[in-house]
Structure formats: structure tokens, C-alpha cells
């Protein structure tokens, strides 16, 4: 099943978008906004993670496309759980052109109603960088996350210690202010 926003469309990761999305894991800008962090990937390794990827785990990874510009970045909702009704979700958009057009936002509102409305998870937790601050203004000014606390000298970038940023939303919050 796809899921589809107002400007997106996320759907499966497929065979063919993994040298995109190898190219985007070995590339020092985009990295440098990512709260994550990992090896230099080769093709092979990109593969074993794609053979990892199962609609039956607990973790859920998108292509998030637009029909003009095709593949634009990938979204997630990892460590979900099922119990206690809680994710993480995170989001990279992998080319400057696409930032600042809606995407994110329309990408972020759409897991955010595919995780209340369709899967009835009760809240989402997400990090992100402290001088990160597009993402910051995104989810807790547009999308009405809020900074929940703060790592400090969580992350290791350009030879300085940054902070990690905790954000989070409920349903009951999205409910509150979203009708989208």
C-alpha cells in the first residue's frame, strides 16, 4: 500500500532505488544533517540492508517520491511498538533543490496521520541535531512536535560535540491541532 500526501507519495523501497540511496549514505552533506551515523557503504552492504527490509518488522522505511521530481528522499517509523503504541520516525531529503518547497512538511504530516490514524500509535518520538535548525523550526513550529529534552554532546561533527535534541508528539496533540 502507498500512502500519499498532499505532495508526496511514500511508498516501498524497491531494488532499483538502492544506488540512489547508496549515493545518499556516501555523501558528507547530507550525513552532516542526520542524526544517524554509519561506515562509508558499498553496494553489497546496501544490498544485505535492503534484504533486511521485511513489511512484517518493526521497522518501516519509505521512498518518498513526487510526481514532477520523482525520488526525493526516504522517511521512516522504526522501533515501533506495538504494546506500549509508540515509533521513532525520522526523514532525509536527499537533494538542496527539494528543501523549502513542502515536502518535508507534507511528508511529516502524512506519517504523522498514517501513525494515528492508520496504525494507531499513540505518540512519535524523533532527534535531531542542535544546529539543525530547519528541522527543528519544521517539527516543533509547523508540525507541533515538541523538544522533549536534550542529549548533551551526543553527536560528533566537524570536530565539535552538538547536542542531541528529543522531540516528540501524541496523538491527542496531533488531534488537536491538524485536521489534515
Not at 38 to 54: A, G, I, Y
Not at 65 to 88: H, M, Q, S
Not at 135 to 143: D, N, W
Request: proline fraction near 1%; charge should be neutral; charged fraction near 30%.
Amino acid at each position: 500500500m502507498n500512502i500519499y500526501g498532499k505532495l508526496v507519495k511514500m511508498r516501498a523501497i524497491e531494488k532499483e532505488d538502492l544506488v540512489l540511496l547508496n549515493k545518499w549514505a556516501n555523501d558528507p552533506e547530507i550525513q552532516y544533517w542526520l542524526g544517524g551515523w554509519h561506515f562509508p557503504t558499498n553496494m553489497e552492504d546496501q544490498q544485505k540492508w535492503f534484504n533486511s527490509l521485511s513489511a512484517n518488522s518493526k521497522d518501516q522505511r519509505f521512498i518518498i517520491e513526487t510526481e514532477e521530481l520523482g525520488i526525493i528522499g526516504t522517511a521512516n517509523l522504526v522501533d515501533i511498538n506495538w504494546k506500549d503504541r509508540n515509533a521513532f520516525h525520522g526523514m532525509l531529503l536527499g537533494d538542496k533543490d527539494t528543501r523549502g518547497k513542502g515536502y518535508a512538511f507534507d511528508t511529516v504530516m502524512t506519517i504523522m496521520k498514517y501513525a494515528f490514524e492508520e496504525l494507531g500509535l499513540e505518540r512519535l518520538d524523533g532527534s535531531i541535531i542542535d544546529y539543525n535548525k530547519a528541522s527543528i523550526k519544521l517539527y516543533t513550529e509547523k508540525c507541533g512536535w515538541e523538544i522533549e529534552g536534550t542529549k548533551r554532546r551526543w553527536y560528533f561533527r566537524n570536530g565539535k560535540f552538538w547536542d542531541k535534541l528529543i522531540v516528540g508528539i501524541t496523538k491527542d496533540k496531533y488531534n488537536e491541532i491538524f485536521n489534515y
